[in-house]
Structure formats: structure tokens, C-alpha cells
């Protein structure tokens, strides 16, 4: 069965309240398996405009990327992320 995962690619405008987001947001992707493939770190946009930071996280299939993205737990959280930082989040099937 493919992964899913939820890809985001996101502008941090407060760095300070967006750690608060990542704080909060990890244990409740953890708690549908989630697996932090990418967060951050180096990057270069050869091609195109985009966003300065790149998140990648693999689930076990894509129902459960997609659960946890609509969470409500999750959603909650995402208010912070929405509020400190510019971003598209997208939900990805895998290949198998």
C-alpha cells in the first residue's frame, strides 16, 4: 500500500510563535505514526518561486495523512502556524 504524506512549504513571518506551533504540532502527527522525512533545513530553489522552509511527513498510507491533517486536535494548532507563517500544505499518495 503506498505512503501518504503531507508536504508544506511555508515562510516563517514570527519564529518565536511559530516555534510554539512545532512544539505543539509533533506529538499529535506522532500520535498517527507520523514520520518527519524533511523540517527545514538547507534548501535551494533551482527552479520557479517558493516558500523558505520545506516540510515532508510520511505516514503509513494516505487515509491516515489525511486524518491527521483534519484532526481537530491538529486543525487547533494549525490556527498558530496560519497566524505566524505564510503556507501550502498539501496532502501526497506515494508510489508503493
Same mark, same amino acid.
Given at each position: 500500500? =503506498? @505512503? #501518504?504524506? *503531507?508536504?508544506?512549504?511555508?515562510? $516563517?513571518?514570527? =519564529?518565536? &510563535?511559530?516555534?510554539?506551533?512545532?512544539?505543539?504540532?509533533? =506529538?499529535?502527527?506522532?500520535?498517527?505514526g507520523?514520520?518527519? *522525512? !524533511?523540517? #527545514?533545513?538547507?534548501s %535551494?530553489? $533551482? %527552479? #520557479?518561486?517558493?516558500?523558505?522552509?520545506?516540510? *515532508? +511527513?510520511?505516514?503509513?498510507?494516505?487515509?491516515?495523512? @489525511?486524518?491527521?491533517?483534519?484532526?481537530?486536535?491538529?486543525? &487547533?494548532?494549525?490556527? +498558530?502556524?496560519?497566524?505566524? &507563517?505564510?503556507?501550502?500544505?498539501?496532502? !501526497?499518495?506515494?508510489?508503493?
Open positions: 500500500m =503506498p @505512503k #501518504g504524506y *503531507i508536504i508544506g512549504h511555508i515562510t $516563517v513571518n514570527d =519564529p518565536e &510563535a511559530y516555534q510554539e506551533y512545532i512544539d505543539r504540532d509533533t =506529538p499529535i502527527l506522532q500520535s498517527f507520523a514520520r518527519f *522525512i !524533511v523540517r #527545514g533545513g538547507q %535551494e530553489t $533551482v %527552479e #520557479g518561486a517558493a516558500h523558505n522552509r520545506h516540510v *515532508i +511527513i510520511e505516514f503509513d498510507d494516505y487515509e491516515t495523512a @489525511k486524518r491527521a491533517y483534519h484532526d481537530p486536535q491538529y486543525q &487547533a494548532v494549525a490556527d +498558530i502556524r496560519r497566524r505566524t &507563517a505564510d503556507s501550502t500544505i498539501i496532502l !501526497v499518495e506515494g508510489t508503493e
